[in-house]
Every structure is written in structure tokens, then in C-alpha cells.
């Protein structure tokens, strides 16, 4: 396992379309590994394969209930709304206002490419929309409401 680079707003690859995965190989095992790693070390709750580089439809999301592996995600239902701060580890620093779904169902396959679906609500539902939208090379950026802000987090460490 080994941390992989988050790539940044600007970076080209964040703004591609990414392609679905066919097939469970020792390279994907490994990508989903180091994504996992990749975004625990950045202290995030979602990280997508164009966040690392890779155009690939797959998406890991810790919102501190463990994590989950989306491979091949898709939404089938949503409802209701919240308007909240939302930031993203290829921005870092910086956050805005995002009103997004504040119930979400999806479809997706897991790490040994078994299908599953998943709901969430506020936070989850938050983080699904999110990464989903990185698949499609889009940021929040492009429907934040107002300016972005600079934040700060206390260190994980004290």
C-alpha cells in the first residue's frame, strides 16, 4: 500500500470523464488500497480515482463508520436538500456552499465486484453526490453558492 498524489484543481485529469471497471485485478485491489490510505493520511471522507489520477469509476468514502468501496457507482434516488460547507481534498483549504441531495440511493459494486446498494442521508448522501461527480470531471466548484473560504482544521494529532 502506498500513498498516492491528489491531484488539484487545474490538473487536467479532474476534468475528464472516467471509465467503468469490467474486472477485479491485483491493480485495482491495489488502487482501492491506496486510496483508502491516500485519503485517511489527508484526513478526508471521500476520494475518487481521478483524485489520484486514475480515470476510473471508483470511489472510497469514510464518513467515520467505516469505509466503503463504490466501484461503478450509480444514483438511482434522491430526495430532499441541504445547504451546507463542503470541501474537497483536490482544493485543500478551501470550501463553499453546496445545497446538494440530503437522501441519496445508489448502486455500485464492492471490492470483489458484488453488486450492493447503499442509502445515505446528510453526510453520506453529501459524499456520494460529491465523488460521483468527480467520475464525471466535475468539482463543486462549479455549483458552489457564492464565494469559497479559506478553512482551517485543528491537527488530528492534539
Not at 108 to 118: K, L, P, Q, S
Amino acid at each position: 500500500m502506498a500513498l498516492r498524489t491528489i491531484r488539484i484543481q487545474g490538473d487536467p485529469v479532474l476534468t475528464k470523464k472516467c471509465r467503468e471497471i469490467t474486472e477485479m485485478t491485483p491493480k485495482i485491489k491495489e488502487l482501492i488500497d491506496d486510496m483508502l490510505d491516500t485519503m485517511y493520511e489527508a484526513n478526508g471522507v471521500g476520494l475518487a480515482g481521478p483524485q489520484v489520477g486514475v480515470l476510473k469509476r471508483i470511489v472510497v468514502i469514510d464518513i467515520g463508520e467505516g469505509p466503503v468501496v463504490m466501484i461503478n457507482p450509480v444514483i438511482l434516488e434522491k430526495s430532499g436538500e441541504q445547504t451546507g460547507d463542503e470541501g474537497c481534498l483536490s482544493l485543500p483549504g478551501k470550501a463553499g456552499t453546496v445545497t446538494r441531495p440530503n437522501y441519496v440511493k445508489a448502486h455500485a459494486f464492492d471490492e470483489n465486484m458484488e453488486e450492493y446498494e447503499i442509502e445515505g442521508t446528510e453526510l453520506m448522501a453529501r459524499a456520494i453526490c460529491h465523488e460521483l461527480d468527480h467520475l464525471d470531471g466535475h468539482m463543486y466548484t462549479e455549483i458552489v453558492e457564492g464565494p469559497l473560504h479559506d478553512v482551517t482544521y485543528d491537527d488530528p494529532e492534539e
